[in-house]
């Protein structure tokens, strides 16, 4: 079992930056993908970018340019760093690590993002 912990949320205001972090615990194998998600009130849970065991990254069109994700795979961690956030950045985002058919999700972290 994996078990992930996301740390890092809060309210910022708009053009402001954060750091969300994930640790992950457990039966870790690699390799395997860490993510970030997030959900806006009243919306779907969306794919906000993914890296590689072995750093290749990915995002969605909506942040590219602005954030940026990384791993410490000796720490099982990987982080989500936010620049120049705007109010529609505002959800709860959930850490994630995909091995084969293997799915984890954290419990979330609350990221308002004020006008």
């Known amino acids: 079992q994996v078990q992930l912990e996301e740390s890092g949320g809060g309210l910022v205001q708009a053009g402001g930056s954060l750091r969300l972090s994930c640790a992950a615990s457990?039966?870790?194998?690699?390799?395997?993908?860490m993510g970030w998600y997030r959900q806006a009130p009243g919306k779907q849970r969306e794919w906000v970018a993914s890296?590689?065991?072995?750093?290749?990254?990915n995002y969605v069109d909506s942040v590219k340019g602005r954030f940026t994700i990384s791993r410490d795979n000796a720490k099982n961690a990987v982080y989500l760093q936010m620049n120049s956030l705007k109010p529609e950045d505002t959800a709860v985002y959930y850490c994630?690590?995909?091995?084969?058919?293997?799915?984890?999700w954290g419990q979330g972290a609350q990221v308002t993002v004020s006008s």
């Open positions: 994630n690590l995909r091995r084969l058919a293997y799915v984890y």
């Open positions: 890296i590689t065991s072995s750093g290749t990254t």
């Open positions: 457990g039966s870790i194998f690699s390799p395997n993908v």
